[in-house]
């Protein structure tokens, strides 16, 4: 039987320390060989998604250093349809050579620029929360707050300042009937990338709005709109803890709906790291009654193997 399952990126499968493009496309070369072994056996389908949350503010930043009458600076709406292409550009790229080189070239890797739905009168238009563009000291951050103050910065972690924007939720995708009908086993698709091109429905049509979707919130929309057996959400760590870098750190390994919903309430997961990916992945099970695995690209071989990660179910 053949399984599906939605691999959500985290941004360090992409960037590194080296933001130029040659060094994201190495990088990139070195996730999807990774990730070949899940299908190479033919019995996974698996349907992409990935961050773009420094991608997206570097190329505003890029924009700004640019921004004239005759050359305006785009708006944040239309940068991420920009890294939707870019970095499905890469992906295509990597995956392919990762492909050919293990004997699949018969898969084509399909990039998808994907509009997602969100409610104009989200709260988070009001709250931004998501963290775009590079880390900045002190200095740095109140530098930039000078020229850009009407921007909102917060601590990221223990690792510096960064920008954060709106991130609404997702409500479904305007290309749904596409996107659910294009996985199988010769077409590996990568779909709302950086959360989708946020947009709210109007009389007329769709209307972009400013904002970055969280990425692993719509890859549970994804993973649900796939029919997918499994969410994969990948980020830097093997396993989700609780007590973090504590004398009593504890890691999960399969945990349930209602042992998680403790756990957030203790307030054990970072907002704006490990809280929305336990989220995200908590609506899954939640909508699904399906399985959803939080882990590392280094860990998928030991997933494959045994199913190793933080395993959340029913």
Do not use: C
């Amino acid at each position: 039987m053949v399984r599906r399952i939605v691999v959500a990126l985290g941004g360090n499968a992409i960037l590194t320390d080296d933001p130029t493009a040659k060094a994201q496309q190495i990088a990139l070369e070195k996730t999807t060989e990774q990730l070949v072994p899940l299908i190479k056996d033919n019995d996974v389908e698996i349907v992409v998604t990935h961050g773009n949350g420094p991608q997206v503010g570097n190329l505003l930043l890029q924009q700004l250093e640019a921004n004239s009458a005759k050359n305006p600076a785009m708006p944040l709406d239309t940068a991420v349809a920009m890294t939707q292409g870019q970095i499905g550009y890469w992906m295509v790229q990597a995956f392919t050579k990762a492909l050919t080189k293990n004997g699949m070239g018969q898969v084509d890797v399909l990039p998808v620029v994907t509009r997602t739905v969100v409610d104009k009168n989200d709260p988070a238009f009001e709250k931004p929360t998501k963290p775009i563009g590079p880390f900045y000291d002190e200095a740095a951050r109140d530098e930039m707050l000078k020229q850009y103050p009407s921007w909102v910065f917060v601590e990221d972690s223990g690792r510096g300042y960064r920008r954060v924007v709106p991130s609404p939720k997702p409500s479904k995708f305007v290309e749904a009937k596409a996107l659910a009908a294009l996985p199988s086993k010769t077409v590996l698709p990568i779909v709302s990338g950086g959360g989708g091109v946020p947009v709210i429905a109007t009389s007329e049509g769709f209307e972009g709005v400013e904002a970055v979707i969280d990425k692993d919130f719509s890859a549970a929309k994804l993973a649900e709109l796939v029919s997918a057996d499994d969410l994969l959400i990948l980020t830097a760590v093997d396993n989700v803890y609780v007590n973090f870098n504590k004398p009593n750190q504890k890691k999960l390994e399969v945990v349930t709906i209602s042992e998680m919903a403790e756990y957030i309430s203790q307030g054990q997961f970072a907002a704006g790291s490990m809280l929305p990916k336990v989220q995200a992945a908590m609506e899954f099970v939640t909508r699904t009654g399906r399985s959803a695995t939080i882990t590392s690209l280094d860990n998928l071989p030991n997933f494959l193997a045994t199913g190793s990660g933080t395993r959340i179910m029913p």
